[in-house]
């Protein structure tokens, strides 16, 4: 426990104490996003390159604490985090084409899962399903781990929201994997976590500065790498009641809302026969912004909505593994119609606020 609580100090401190200084440079180099009126709502210009910052805390964080003398596994991170890194470092300065992004994450999903072999090899119960063919394996390894980078960065709409559900999700991961002991993946859940802590007390609102895709897609990379290791960790070693629980679910239920808004918002653009990258208004969060709640507001519901499903899902220990999903997923269901069914007579309009770049993906 000592070694994932330096982690995540280190990459805490190093965060707080720094990114005064990245705001800076961003600020005299013109790394800025421009206000807009056609579709942004902040009045000032704002760095976007946070997720240097981040990712920079975090790498830092995790090579210093790494309990293992073994780099093999932590080469494969480092190469592929790197990758994505520098692929969102320059559409936050120049653009990118989403087919080129695109190409890049699946680039790093295919390291990871045919190198480093990180993939799903089974539904460990769900709908009756446990082991699943190589092939199928592959193919949803490469699919779960592009969906989440893309999640993660799509939900970067409101000041506070990507970084905050971030944190919860990798110090949920972080707990997870510190209370089975696995230290290598509980030292880089914990030292992400820090980072997003500290990048926090900049990106809360109103914000001084944004992580931009640099960051949204680092942290999205990370998180896919903690999420498929959950999921395919040794029930064996495992006590109760870790071994009672579907650990597909949980894994779920630590990222929920990025997987939910995602998956949402890519079901309606089919439907409208447009396509998923098409950048629209339609998120979860901007439409918490319509019914009347600033930033503040916004972020708050989402974070509290993200730890109540987790709550759930823990307490969905004892059940057979397509129960505990379908559990969680009514759960899921019955929030997003409080939101916005139930909020929407009873909530006070509020003014909407600053908005980052990433608000209309």
């Given at each position: 426990?000592?070694?994932?609580?330096?982690?995540?100090?280190?990459?805490?401190?190093?965060?707080?104490?720094?990114?005064?200084?990245?705001i800076k440079?961003?600020?005299?180099?013109?790394?800025?996003?421009?206000?807009?009126?056609?579709?942004?709502?902040?009045?000032?210009?704002?760095?976007?390159?946070?997720?240097?910052?981040?990712?920079a805390g975090t790498l830092f964080s995790y090579a210093l604490w790494l309990p293992t003398d073994d780099a093999t596994y932590f080469k494969y991170i480092v190469t592929t985090t790197l990758l994505i890194f520098f692929v969102g470092v320059k559409d936050d300065i120049i653009g990118t084409a989403p087919i080129k992004k695109l190409g890049a994450q699946l680039l790093c999903a295919m390291v990871l899962v045919l190198m480093a072999n990180i993939r799903i090899k089974g539904l460990?119960?769900?709908?009756?399903?446990?082991?699943?063919?190589?092939?199928?394996?592959i193919f949803l390894s490469l699919f779960t781990i592009v969906v989440i980078i893309n999640a993660f960065n799509l939900v970067d709409g409101v000041d506070g929201l990507a970084g905050g559900v971030g944190l919860i999700a990798s110090l949920?991961?972080?707990?997870?994997?510190?209370l089975v002991k696995d230290l290598v993946m509980a030292c880089l859940g914990?030292?992400?976590?820090?980072?997003l802590l500290g990048f926090l007390f900049y990106n809360f609102y109103p914000a001084k500065i944004f992580m931009g895709d640099s960051g949204s897609l680092t942290i999205g990379l990370i998180i896919s790498i903690l999420a498929?290791?959950?999921i395919e960790f040794d029930r064996v070693t495992l006590i109760y009641p870790l071994s009672a629980m579907t650990k597909p679910v949980i894994a779920i239920a630590f990222i929920i809302y990025p997987l939910v808004d995602t998956m949402r918002v890519f079901i309606y653009r089919a439907i409208k026969g447009i396509s998923p990258f098409h950048a629209d208004r339609?998120?979860?969060h901007h439409r918490l912004q319509k019914l009347g709640f600033n930033h503040k507001g916004t972020s708050w519901i989402l974070y509290l909505s993200s730890i109540a499903v987790i709550a759930v899902a823990l307490l969905t220990k004892d059940l057979e593994p397509t129960y505990a999903f379908l559990v969680v997923l009514g759960f899921v269901l019955l929030l997003v119609f409080a939101l916005f069914y139930f909020f929407k007579e009873n909530s006070e309009p509020e003014l909407l606020q600053t908005h980052n770049k990433h608000a209309d993906a």
């Open positions: 426990m000592g070694l994932t609580l330096l982690a995540f100090f280190t990459s805490l401190l190093i965060v707080i104490f720094f990114t005064p200084s990245l440079v961003a600020e005299l180099k013109n790394l800025t996003d421009v206000p807009d009126a056609q579709r942004k709502l902040h009045k000032r210009s704002i760095p976007t390159i946070g997720g240097i910052i981040i990712y460990h119960g769900i709908f009756g399903i446990y082991e699943i063919p190589y092939w199928a394996s949920a991961f972080g707990i997870w994997f510190l914990f030292s992400l976590a820090g980072s498929i290791n959950l339609n998120h979860i």
